[in-house]
């Protein structure tokens, strides 16, 4: 069944990566607009990192706008039309792997980073488990790695508040969007139980809010690998 759902979530992207470039790069996620990405990056010590990992790409935008401050990005995704996206508008060297196959960058492409971002990109559950157990071979010592994800308390509705699969929908996304697929709900605990058996201790939290609502449209973990 996890197999499945790890599985459907690839195809997905896959099948919608032409109108998520699109959407992307016109603009027409609302939430990213008004508030994620710029918290995403306002996450990223500018000043201080020169070398930085992205887990799950897509289209490539972070890796341009974190290319814009100096910063040299390897961005890694499964799905080939985004990473052929994200190649022509440079900013970045992106190469199409899946997230079990992370561990070959480490020799290959600029490892160790000091930081990795995945942004909105853990969307499984074996899948992100095994990007969490690669990093400690792919970040230097005392690395930093930052999530950006939906907020536990904002996306479970009426389900009970305990980790498992969900059903999700493109609800607000243009017709083009097919085949929504499943992804793995984590309440805060089972995040924060993750991250420290995968080596990281927390260093902030935050919950970025939307201007309209003032309700959290994602949360952000920042942590470092401990020694
Ligand atoms: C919601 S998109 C986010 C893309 C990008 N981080 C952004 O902020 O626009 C999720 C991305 O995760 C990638 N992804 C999901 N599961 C993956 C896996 N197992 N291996 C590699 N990439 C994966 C998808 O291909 C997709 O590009």
């Known amino acids: 069944m996890v197999d499945h759902n790890e599985r459907r979530i ?11 470039t699109r959407a992307v790069r016109d603009g027409t996620i609302a939430s990213r607009q008004q508030v994620t990405d710029q918290a995403v990056v306002d996450a990223v ?6 070398s930085v990992i992205d887990i799950g790409c897509g289209e ?9 401050s100096g910063i040299v990005v390897t961005g890694i995704d ?7 996206a994200a190649t022509k508008n440079g900013g970045g060297h992106f190469q199409c792997l899946n997230y079990n196959e992370l561990h070959s960058l480490a020799a290959i492409c600029g490892a160790p980073f000091e930081l990795a971002v995945c942004n909105f990109s853990l969307l499984g559950e074996s899948s992100t488990e095994t990007v969490l157990a690669q990093l400690a071979a ?3 010592p005392a ?7 939906l907020h536990p308390a904002e996306c479970n509705s009426e389900l009970p508040y305990q980790d498992g699969w969900r059903q999700s929908s493109w609800d607000g996304f243009d017709s083009t969007f097919t085949d929504p697929a499943p992804w793995y709900f984590r309440t805060l605990s089972s995040w924060l139980t993750l991250l420290r058996h995968h080596g990281f201790s927390m260093q902030k939290i935050s919950e970025p809010l ?9 949360i952000i973990f920042i942590a470092t690998l401990t020694p």
């Not at 690839?10 to 998520?20: G, K």
């Open 138 to 140: 792919l970040l230097q």
């Open 45 to 50: 010590p500018l000043c201080q990192v020169t």
């Open 210 to 218: 939307l201007p309209s609502s003032k309700r959290p449209a994602s």
């Open 60 to 68: 490539g935008w972070l890796a341009r706008r974190l290319s814009e």
């Open 143 to 149: 690395g930093r790695l930052i999530i950006q994800t």
């Open 78 to 84: 499964a799905t080939h039309a985004l990473v052929d």
């Open 10 to 20: 690839l195809n997905t992207w896959q099948r919608n990566a032409d109108s998520w």
